[in-house]
């Protein structure tokens, strides 16, 4: 059924209100009488909404991939890596771990042995780094396997580089998981003499694999499937009882002499840099969109002057200059949301389609599936709110002159 005309709203003279619904469907008249018109402004603004919300998605993704890699885990956030320095030749004793246990920042420890294993797989024998850990140590380092599980309990497992994986001749990939290996472990307390030779108590099955061809042949293993224990460690794995101690705790194991790499420093500068993308998109995407608002004020502008006459009609027949107005700000602002609807109809399918076409990708070149545009719900309200309160500037001036025209000047200027 067609909209009505004003003069069927109007009709009968004396002052008159528009209801809500009557207001509504007499603003969507312009949908039926300057269709193309309508359509183009609403396209515009839906590209240049489309557009922000694209960049924008674009930088929450990076920080989603970036941040997802530094935090695996939510326990390495507050978690600090302490190691003496390399060329100190000093190793991390039993006695250190008990004084870092002891600190009352301190909320757990992991410490990590680092020895040197002769590795056999059926009939391969390699060379490569043993690192002795428990169980915890992937909780509160945040090194997780991209390929198969970390051992959270005591088990008879390991997980390896895919350098390790190579240098054994095990198969690639998702085959090598279950494999057993054997280790001969190496000790040593100077950095060409090995002074004790242990052994695992059991063949340990391949349970993860961290992907990383940057990393040189290592096994992570854990200690209690080690004949002999390790009396030194190379680093051990500080998590602080509360965010708040983490800089406490980090200034007196600085002060003891340790080195400390701590994720949230990563993740504090990451952050940084990434809202600094995130701001620099926004201002691109910003951009088109001031320009579509500015197409949508042109097109109000044209629509009232062209109106001039029908705003002297329905004022001669009763209208309110607050009738008026409304009239014309409805009009702007259902504009302004079906272009924020376009706008995210157009930026989130983009953000899709190119998700798709990259996780493809990936899989062919053998790589793992991610997300690279990612668009929060809350982004998504706050455009369509956006959307509504561009039309809304857009069509107050209008709305304003046309409220103020009496009957007589419209038709004069008619």
Known sequence: MLSPSPQDLFAGGGSHRLGLADLFRLSLRVFRTKPLRT????????????????????????????????????????????????????SITEADLRKIAAIPETGEISPVAEATAEVEYATSTGLGIVRIVQPDYFRLSGVIPD?????????????????????????????????????????QTDKDIAVDRTQATTPLVVKGIITDDLQPPFFIIPADYVEKKPEVFKSVFIKAKSIDLVEKLRDGLIADGYLISARI??????????????????????????????????TMVV??????????????????????????????????????????????G???????????????????????????????????GLSGFIGFIAGFWPAERASLLSPKEAFVRK
Not at 57 to 82: N, P, R
Not at 171 to 187: N, R, S, T, V
Not at 318 to 327: E, H, I, Q, Y
Not at 361 to 381: E, N, Q, Y
């Open 39 to 90: 359509f183009l402004t609403i396209l515009g603004m839906s590209v240049g909404i489309g557009t922000v919300l694209f960049l924008i998605s674009f930088g929450y993704g990076l920080q989603y991939i970036l941040i997802g890699k530094l935090v695996a885990t939510e326990d390495s956030l507050i978690t600090m890596e302490a190691f003496y320095p390399q060329e100190s030749q000093i």
């Open 303 to 348: 629509g009232f002057l062209e109106r001039i006459y029908e705003v002297g009609i329905i004022k001669s027949i009763g209208a309110s200059d607050r009738d008026v107005k409304n009239l014309f700000l409805t009009e702007s602002v259902i504009m302004g949301l079906c272009g924020g609807g376009g706008g995210v109809i157009f930026g989130v």
């Open 265 to 298: 420093d990563l993740v504090n500068q990451a952050q940084k840099v990434l809202n600094i993308i995130t701001i620099t998109l926004g201002v691109f995407g910003v951009a088109a969109l001031v320009v579509s608002a500015i197409g949508m004020f042109n």
């Open 147 to 187: 390929i198969g599980k970390e051992f959270l309990d005591s088990e008879p497992a390991v997980i390896a580089s895919s350098q390790a994986i190579r240098l054994v001749e095990l198969p690639a990939g998702e085959g090598a998981l279950g494999e057993q290996l054997k280790f001969k472990i190496d000790y």
């Open 350 to 384: 983009l953000g899709q389609v190119v998700n798709l076409a990259l996780n493809l990708l990936a899989r062919h070149l053998g790589g793992k599936p991610f997300t690279l545009f990612i668009t929060p719900v809350w982004f998504v309200l706050l455009i369509m």
